[in-house]
């Protein structure tokens, strides 16, 4: 039987939920951030209260994302009105915790359509995409302080090095790092926008050249027929064991799934392989979200159904679970 676990307040614009799935944070149009605890931490089917709240923002927040668990209780939120800021629970006293501002990161008259988190290492990494094309990605100095942050590489979504697009108009953009495994693991991230300009949109591995100190495009998951389509949704599939990655991308015809070598060539090129397209939503697919194996994955988009996929021994993949998501 359904039940609802959480009830947000009037104006909540999104949410996000902790890695361990106990906690959960809403923000609002008024640019308030509400925190919400499971009432029962070792419950699968406990119900949740809102626990602190407070005003992070002057406008409208259109995202919120939590930082990885191991650089403590955090969170970032972005704010329509070009800016993101970083939020830290903080202990004043036994039982007194309170959330507070630990940076500010403001990129002027340019708004951030999505921004995640890369675990690379011992290092923290931030990327940012801009409305203008651009994804800045950023690093934490200290991973005992949250709020020591540089701008690490500011580049445009783009194969091509010399091409360079002064104004693109991006509506979208969509983010997501490689997960995680061990230390030597190359840092790679894979990016897409939705904008009029047909180079920036077709979904591309970006990957950190440690000789070079630079990231580098590996791969671009686009047929020839596919080039130009905008990209609404991203999602890197962890890795439990497969000789290759997964990747799941989100275009205006429909879900594909990419598989992605696991060495670059002698080029530093990835191989990349379109093995499914998934269709089944009445319009646009907005989000992608892969269980923790990596063998589910979950669509939602504007027909507001959620769909559960998932492929069979034979690699076939299938449509397992349709949820009503009204």
């Not at 990016?191 to 050249?209: A, R, Y």
């Amino acid at each position: 039987m359904e039940r609802a676990v959480v009830s947000m307040e009037d104006g909540a614009n999104c949410s996000g939920w902790s890695y361990n799935g106990q906690r959960m944070a809403s923000a609002s149009v008024d640019g308030t951030v509400s925190i919400y605890d499971a009432d029962d931490p070792t419950s699968t089917s406990s119900s949740f209260t809102c626990s602190y709240k407070w005003r992070a923002h002057e406008h409208a927040i259109a995202k919120v994302v939590w930082v990885p668990p191991e650089f403590g209780d955090a969170i970032v939120c972005v704010c329509i009105d070009g800016s993101f800021s970083l939020w830290e629970e903080t202990d004043e006293g036994k039982t007194n915790l309170t959330w507070k501002l630990c940076k500010l990161f403001e990129i002027k008259e340019i708004r951030v359509l999505d921004l995640n988190f890369g675990n690379c290492g011992k290092n923290l990494k931030l990327a940012a995409a801009c409305a203008d094309g651009h994804i800045r990605v950023y690093e934490l100095l200290d991973p005992l302080e949250l709020k020591e942050w540089q701008l690490q590489a500011e580049f445009q979504n783009v194969s091509d090095t010399v091409a360079r697009f002064v104004k693109p108009l991006c509506l979208s953009a969509s983010i997501a790092w490689s997960p995680q495994r061990a230390e030597s693991q190359r840092s790679m991230f894979i990016l897409g926008f939705n904008s009029d300009t047909s180079q920036l949109n077709s979904s591309k591995v970006w990957e950190f050249d440690e000789a070079h100190q630079r990231w580098k495009h590996v791969a671009e998951l686009s047929l020839p027929g596919d080039q130009g389509d905008p990209v609404y949704a991203v999602a890197w599939a962890p890795n439990i064991g497969r000789p290759y990655e997964v990747v799941a991308v989100a275009t205006c015809k429909g879900i594909a799934i990419w598989h992605l070598g696991l060495k670059p060539d002698t080029d530093g090129r990835i191989s990349s392989e379109k093995v499914a397209l998934l269709s089944g939503h009445d319009g646009e697919v907005w989000q992608l979200e892969w269980d923790m194996s990596g063998m589910t994955l979950a669509t939602s988009g504007s027909d507001g159904m959620v769909r559960l996929w998932q492929s069979n021994l034979n690699g076939v993949w299938h449509e397992q679970a349709t949820l009503d998501g009204i």
